[in-house]
């Protein structure tokens, strides 16, 4: 129990934490380039459309360029944060890892114009009132499909580009999935970059004593709760109908990046493995209804190519997980960038 109220704190802690100095990808010491490259903006553009998350309230957050910025020699690249995340760091929120991913973009080549991204969960600021929400209809994907969709077309409006590509990051790799196959968006999306997504289920809904997360103050991930009505077993209603219509329909492209667990380097995923991921202690091999189950497969698309990594969680350099830190690894964003530009 100690344990767990250290873990309560601790996340409490990091929720009211400004910690804008983790936005910044030039403070890494893996810059690619010696020079100094444009810093990637946290705004959108001002003739950008006003796209309401009407759970939360609250206008979308998101980064882009428009204007006279414009270049066709590449696809745009839209990037989705995971669940209780945003699409960089806020003063609630010390994460948004998946910047840093698109400023290796903007230093590779890439035009501000070019790059895109939604936060569709709002700046978690109210997580701190109310944890539950982590795992509430206001983070579920049914409530973020809409946003996508108005986002992917103001994008393609503003670009002019008749197609996008998707760089997503674990809720956010079934949130793209879900509307493509509700829009039959196959031929909108050029490619989809799938890191570590709940494709077949998340570890955290089991209704046993010693799974953490269900606790209110660690998000309420309760089987009855909307995540883990869409995610809690493999074969909840969300994913049955959406892999049943095919993990990698064409003519979209998908690689998949995910951890796998090795006992050293450490490698858990406090998503998918039941094994210590950095600061988060190991929880039950279970689904919702108690059964066991291992999910250490869930990131994988049948029909789509996928790189392994290990000992990521060097990489996420506040709570030091694997499941963070893949999103802020200097592989992973070489093996995106490659996959979208070979």
């Not at 030039?26 to 380039?33: M, T, Y």
């Not at 509307?179 to 031929?187: S, V």
């Not at 969300?238 to 049943?244: G, K, S």
Request: some cysteine.
């Amino acid at each position: 129990m100690k344990r767990i109220a250290l873990l309560s704190m601790a996340i409490v802690l990091l929720l009211a934490w400004n910690a804008s100095v983790f936005s910044d990808p030039g403070s890494q010491s893996h810059e690619p380039h010696p020079q100094p490259s444009p810093v990637l903006g946290t705004t959108l553009p001002s003739d950008f459309p006003v796209i309401i998350n009407p759970y939360l309230g609250v206008p979308v957050l998101g980064f882009g360029a428009s204007g006279n910025t414009h270049r066709f020699d590449r696809v745009p690249v839209i990037f989705l944060h995971g669940n209780n995340d945003t699409p960089f760091a806020t003063a609630c929120n010390p994460f948004g890892y998946i910047h840093n991913l698109a400023q290796f973009f903007l230093n590779n080549g890439y035009d501000p114009s070019q790059l895109w991204g939604l936060g569709y969960q709002g700046d978690q600021c109210d997580l701190i009132s109310n944890p539950t929400n982590k795992s509430g209809v206001a983070h579920s994907t049914a409530a973020a499909v809409p946003l996508l969709r108005a986002f992917v077309h103001a994008v393609m409006k503003s670009t002019g580009s008749r197609q996008v590509d998707i760089v997503a990051h674990s809720l956010g790799v079934t949130v793209a999935r879900e509307w493509m196959f509700q829009d039959n968006a196959y031929h909108t999306v050029r490619s989809l970059v799938a890191i570590e997504g709940p494709n077949h289920g998340i570890i955290d809904c089991s209704p046993d004593p010693a799974n953490f997360f269900q606790l209110p103050a660690n998000g309420g991930f309760i089987p009855t709760s909307a995540v883990c009505d869409e995610y809690g077993k493999e074969d909840t209603q969300l994913l049955t109908t959406l892999n049943a219509a095919g993990e990698s329909p064409g003519p979209t492209t998908y690689l998949v990046l995910r951890n796998v667990f090795r006992a050293s380097p450490e490698s858990g995923d406090f998503v998918y493995l039941s094994a210590p991921d950095g600061f988060f202690p190991a929880v039950p091999a279970e689904d919702s209804t108690g059964a066991s189950h291992d999910f250490s497969d869930s990131a994988l698309l049948a029909g789509a190519p996928h790189t392994d990594f290990v000992g990521q969680g060097q990489f996420d350099v506040i709570l030091g997980t694997s499941h963070l830190g893949i999103l802020n690894s200097p592989d992973a964003w070489s093996a995106a960038f490659q996959f979208l530009n070979h």
